[in-house]
């Protein structure tokens, strides 16, 4: 448990240093070095820390995750096969009054360094390059430039007690992340504050501000992240040393090997990595502007909107052939009551099809795709006579 009054002398100190002109910082912190106040304040804060690590010692036996203490923060790396239970473990560790958020492993680093993964955010937002599910669904964000605060300055996160419910069951796909690329970042709840919602939501949210938005990593208290798997085609990516090269496969990837229901499977992958060196070209085109770095960075973001229309033309195609494919499954089984309920299914197919080829700008890749489906409806509903 932290010692009160030491806490109090730090906080207050912290603050008379803050306030005061950066000539007399010095000399205040000098001066309240040679307090008695401020040795028992130094000689609480070791054995906190001390008492800390005992705890966190404890709970690495009692779970077998790994844990390393990065600039302060403890990191919990836990084993995808063990993580609804280890999660639990480690909820429940730091406690009922904590605040929950699910992040894009890779910017965990953001998240020590500034306290947030959203660190850079104001500057270098690609967070919407993957699926964009769960992305500000309650406009958090717009709240918070409306009180002038920044994007950073706020996020989208979880209460203990709901936290605590879901834990057993965690996932994040939902976020367009799978499992073992998503980091959960731990907060105090007693330095943050709700967000209030918009009015057409009800003034409900999920969002919280930093009560002071000038010392954010003082209010993470740890995070948990996962023992990643690469897949083939990230492999390949990682061994490549050129950023154009990288790029030349990510263009590969989408345009050329994303085909069919089976091959989504990577697009969460494809999506991440796209981030990735997105972030990457530009923190260093920020840094030192070259042609070359924004070349890429146009590249990517043509890359990234096929992604998104490979992913909506694949799901559409699949669902109105599947359509067809039940159907006939239905009448091959003599199955009454599916052959009652899926008879208009292939008008259905044609109507919808058709209409979306005329309302929709499709290239001659999925054109031909569709006409495919349309044509196999004809047929379907020229052989069952329906």
């Given at each position: 448990?932290k010692?009160?009054e030491?806490?109090q002398?730090r906080?207050?100190l912290?603050k008379?240093i803050k306030e005061?002109?950066k000539e ?8 309240a ?8 304040a130094r000689?609480g804060?070791?054995k ?6 005992e705890?966190?010692d404890q709970?690495r036996q ?8 990065i600039?302060?923060?403890p990191v919990?790396t836990?084993?995808t096969?063990?993580k ?5 473990k480690?909820?429940?560790f730091f406690?009922?009054?904590t ?7 890779q910017?965990?680093d953001d ?5 947030t993964d ?7 937002d ?5 699926d964009?599910?769960?992305?500000d669904v309650?406009g958090v964000e717009k709240?918070?430039?409306k009180?002038?605060?920044?994007k ?7 209460p203990?007690?709901m ?11 939902g976020?367009g992340i799978p499992?073992d690329r998503?980091?959960i970042l ?6 943050l ?11 409900l949210s999920?969002g919280?501000?930093f009560?002071?938005t ?8 740890g995070?948990m ?6 897949t083939?085609f990230?492999?390949?990516?990682h061994a ?19 085909n069919?229901?089976?091959d989504l499977?990577?697009a ?5 990595n796209i981030?990735?060196?997105?972030h990457?070209e530009s923190?260093?085109?920020?840094k ?7 070349e890429?960075?146009g590249?990517l973001?043509?890359i990234?909107?096929?992604l998104?229309y490979?992913?909506r033309m694949?799901d559409f195609a699949?669902n109105?052939?599947g359509?067809?494919k039940?159907?006939r499954?239905?009448?091959?089984k003599n199955?009454?009551r ?17 209409n979306?080829?005329?309302e929709?700008?499709v290239?001659?890749?999925?054109k031909r795709?569709l ?8 047929k379907c509903?020229?052989e069952l006579?329906l």
């Amino acid at each position: 448990m932290k010692n009160f009054e030491s806490q109090q002398f730090r906080d207050n100190l912290a603050k008379e240093i803050k306030e005061a002109p950066k000539e007399g910082r010095k000399e205040i912190l000098d001066r309240a070095k040679e307090t008695p106040e401020y040795q028992k304040a130094r000689t609480g804060k070791i054995k906190e820390r001390q008492g800390e690590e005992e705890k966190l010692d404890q709970l690495r036996q009692g779970t077998g995750v790994e844990i390393e203490i990065i600039s302060g923060v403890p990191v919990f790396t836990i084993e995808t096969g063990q993580k609804d239970e280890v999660i639990s473990k480690i909820t429940q560790f730091f406690g009922e009054n904590t605040v929950f958020r699910i992040i894009n492993a890779q910017f965990v680093d953001d998240a020590i360094e500034f306290g947030t993964d959203k660190g850079r955010v104001d500057e270098h937002d690609f967070r919407r390059v993957a699926d964009g599910a769960g992305y500000d669904v309650w406009g958090v964000e717009k709240q918070a430039l409306k009180q002038g605060l920044k994007k950073s300055d706020v996020f989208c996160g979880t209460p203990y007690k709901m936290f605590a419910k879901g834990g057993s069951e965690f996932s994040s796909g939902g976020l367009g992340i799978p499992d073992d690329r998503a980091a959960i970042l731990i907060y105090d709840g007693g330095k943050l504050q709700e967000v209030e919602g918009p009015e057409e939501m009800g003034g409900l949210s999920d969002g919280y501000v930093f009560k002071d938005t000038k010392t954010k990593r003082e209010a993470l208290l740890g995070i948990m992240k996962f023992r990643e798997s690469f897949t083939e085609f990230e492999r390949e990516l990682h061994a490549l040393e050129s950023a154009d090269d990288k790029v030349a496969l990510l263009e590969k990837e989408v345009f050329q090997n994303l085909n069919n229901k089976d091959d989504l499977k990577n697009a969460p992958y494809i999506a991440l990595n796209i981030i990735a060196i997105l972030h990457q070209e530009s923190l260093k085109n920020t840094k030192n502007p070259s042609a070359d770095s924004t070349e890429r960075i146009g590249k990517l973001k043509i890359i990234s909107d096929r992604l998104e229309y490979e992913i909506r033309m694949i799901d559409f195609a699949d669902n109105m052939s599947g359509q067809v494919k039940m159907t006939r499954e239905a009448f091959s089984k003599n199955d009454n009551r599916r052959m009652e309920l899926m008879r208009t299914w292939p008008d259905f197919v044609i109507e919808t099809t058709e209409n979306y080829l005329q309302e929709n700008e499709v290239d001659e890749k999925y054109k031909r795709v569709l006409l495919e489906i349309i044509e196999e409806a004809r047929k379907c509903k020229l052989e069952l006579n329906l």
